[in-house]
Structures are given as C-alpha cells and as structure tokens.
C-alpha cells in the first residue's frame, strides 16, 4: 500500500479523507478533538511540502440533505486552531463553486469541504459522485480508517478516478499494527473481548480461535457464556438465543487449544443505577434478583494472572458499565494489567478507547485504534474497502 510518502505531492492538489466526525455541543462547539489531532500528522507533511490540502470528511447522519446542525463548520474552524493558520470552508463538496475555490488555491491553503453526506450519492458510492470529487485533485489521501470499513464514494469509488491514490500515515499505522498484532505477532497473543453483546462480536470470536492462543471475557456478554456452563445468571444481560453458539465457540477453542478465561464473580446490583447497591458473587451464587455489571475481584486477579507473560494483547470491548463509577473497576483493572504485562497492547472500539482516555493511562497503551466499526471487521478477518481499494492502486 503506497503512502503519502511514496508520491511527489509539492504544489499538488491532494483531497485527503479524513473523519471529522466529531463531538458537538449545543453551541456547535467540538468537544473532543481527538479525531482531528489524529491526521494531524498527514496534513502537516502536506503542509511542509507546500501542497494545497483539500479535506473531506462526514458529519453525523444528515440523510443526503444539507442540514446546518451537521456542518463541519466547527471541525474546520477547530483544525484552523491546531494548524495555527486559515482554513477556509467551502459552502459544498462538489459543484462549480468549489471547482472555483480550489482553482483559486496557492501552495500551503487549506479547504475543507462541506459534509460529504449532504448528498445520498457519497453512501451510495456512487460513480458520477466519485468523479466529480477525484476531479478536484491530483492525489487522493485516506486517513480516514475508522469509515473505511464502509464502501462510500469518497472511501472506494474515488480511488477508480484519482490519478493517484495513497494511504496517509495514521491509516497506514492501523493498518501495521493490526497486522503486527494479527499476521505476525509475538506470541502468546492474547484476545481481550468485552462489551455487551456476543452478537456482535460473534464473528471476531469464531475468527479469533484461528489466530490467538489465549480468549478473554469480560462485559455482559460473558453471561451468554456463564449460561452455556450451565449456570444461572440472576437478572444479567442474557443472549438466550445465543448460548448453544457461545457453547459451541467453548468447545471449538479447547478443540482448537485456545484457552477461554470467563469471569469467576462479578460486582452485582438490582438495576444499572451509580446509587445502586453493590455486591460481589462468584458466579455460582448469583442471586435471581440481582445483575452482574462488572468483572469482581477475583476475576480481576485471574485476568492479571493470563495475561502475565504475555507479548500481543488486542482488546475491544470493557469489562463492564464503566460508565458508572460502581461498576467501572473491572474495566480500569484491565487498563493496568495489560500495561503490566509489557506487551505490544492494540486497543479499538469507542467504548474501550473511551475507557482507556478516563483512566488517564492512554500514552502507555502501544496503539489506539481510531475506527470502532472498522477495527472489529479486522478482527473478523474482513477486508476493509477502503483498504482494499488503496491496495488496488
């Protein structure tokens, strides 16, 4: 896969594509940064180069219409801030009057265009819409990896009518350690696999047992499991529909000499509330009316225990409501244990991403994955379009 590296960009037009698609207040103000810090990076080698930068990005879910609310008016005036110099907003994404703002470019400016899903053709992927937006450059970027698990025109389309399509580096730094973590890792690899539902990571699951040595289980979803085994779960989060498979993904691991780790007890309480009454159980004792929201202690200990020694960790998914402060020590436990074990940690999804940024311990996980949606298609061995499509250029 080339990189922005790999090609002469100086004085050349470049449409990067990135996801802005950021946080907002009621005053339409960004309250988390993140995702533009994260390209950052690109548009400044860019910059150095004296190219002329053309952002595109999304914005929330306007349904093909132009709707002021979804503007990426505050994502342009807030990259403005963080480049130290003008970034000029252009009333569309495609049209003469753009043709007519980019045309106007000197070396060095920067435009963002308006949001991409103002017009229905960008999620169609739609060709005449790809066209028109590969006609405003002279290189297409992606840096935008947590979309390119979607086929839009701006992520796959494009790359059929750019003269020429790269990777910016924060797609090619997930791109390389997913790879480090999956294709070649050091062993043992180590999955840690948490949040809600085994539906949705059923497929990471079953795709797993084909590549690590050892399984982790945390979140509600551990209950489905729980229940697989034959055990009662109180009032917990149950996929009842789903625990001959979770029984079977059981089976095929100790078939396939992959160690499962399922909780040993967990924080209970009557209802997801921060007031709520808190209790620990090994998950032999769950009392009908109560709940597990959180890994316990003991499981707690058992997990630093798996992961000792270990040299790949990947993660997605927490350990349990962390939201809630009553039920957020399992997860920030994880957070200390897989820094503990000195392995290379990839950590992906919102939710995990989030936690790990609230334990104020993120600078020593070894990558945070910026796609939620797209890290767990890699998990599931998928190809990614947007990948895909730059491997084709």
């Known amino acids: 896969?080339?990189?922005?590296?790999?090609?002469?960009?100086?004085?050349?037009?470049?449409?990067?594509?990135?996801?802005?698609?950021?946080?907002?207040?009621?005053?339409?103000?960004?309250?988390?940064?993140?995702?533009?810090?994260?390209?950052?990076?690109?548009?400044?080698?860019?910059?150095?180069?004296?190219?002329?930068?053309?952002?595109?990005?999304?914005?929330?879910?306007?349904?093909?219409?132009?709707?002021?609310?979804?503007?990426?008016?505050?994502?342009?005036?807030?990259?403005?801030?963080?480049?130290?110099?003008?970034?000029?907003?252009?009333?569309d994404c495609i049209g003469d009057g753009v043709q007519a703002m980019i045309a106007a470019m000197k070396p060095g400016d920067v435009v963002v265009l308006e949001n991409l899903r103002f017009h229905p053709e960008e999620e169609k992927n739609e060709d005449a819409f790809a066209k028109a937006l590969a006609g405003l450059c002279d290189v297409y970027v992606n840096d935008a990896f947590a979309v390119s698990h979607r086929a839009n025109a701006s992520v796959e389309a494009i790359t059929r009518f750019a003269p020429v399509s790269v990777a910016g580096f924060l797609m090619k730094n997930e791109i390389d350690y997913f790879d480090k973590a999956m294709q070649t890792p050091e062993r043992p690899l180590v999955a840690v696999i948490g949040g809600a539902k085994v539906s949705s990571k059923l497929a990471a699951l079953e795709n797993m047992l084909l590549h690590v040595d050892k399984i982790i289980i945390g979140g509600a979803m551990a209950n489905t499991f729980l229940r697989a085994m034959g055990l009662s779960t109180g009032k917990s989060l149950v996929e009842t529909d789903l625990i001959e498979t979770a029984g079977m993904i059981l089976k095929k691991a100790t078939e396939r000499g992959v160690r499962i780790f399922l909780p040993i007890d967990g924080i209970t309480a009557k209802e997801v509330e921060a007031t709520a009454a808190t209790a620990v159980f090994p998950v032999q004792e769950i009392p009908a009316d109560q709940m597990i929201l959180d890994i316990g202690p003991a499981t707690s200990l058992l997990y630093a225990e798996a992961l000792q020694n270990t040299k790949t960790v990947v993660w997605n998914g927490p350990m349990g409501v962390f939201e809630m402060t009553p039920f957020s020590k399992g997860t920030f436990d994880m957070v200390d244990h897989v820094i503990a074990s000195g392995a290379i940690s990839i950590v992906g999804g919102g939710d995990t991403d989030a936690a790990v940024h609230r334990s104020g311990k993120a600078d020593k996980i070894s990558y945070i994955s910026t796609g939620g949606g797209a890290f767990l298609e890699l998990l599931e061995g998928k190809t990614l379009p947007g990948v895909a499509a730059l491997m084709k250029g």
């Open 1 to 91: 896969m080339k990189t922005i590296k790999d090609v002469a960009i100086a004085e050349k037009r470049l449409l990067i594509r990135v996801d802005f698609n950021v946080p907002l207040n009621k005053q339409q103000q960004v309250t988390d940064d993140t995702r533009i810090q994260a390209v950052l990076p690109t548009l400044k080698y860019a910059l150095d180069q004296k190219a002329r930068i053309i952002v595109a990005s999304h914005l929330g879910r306007p349904k093909g219409k132009a709707t002021p609310e979804f503007s990426l008016k505050p994502a342009a005036e807030r990259l403005g801030m963080l480049l130290n110099r003008p970034v000029q907003l252009a009333s």
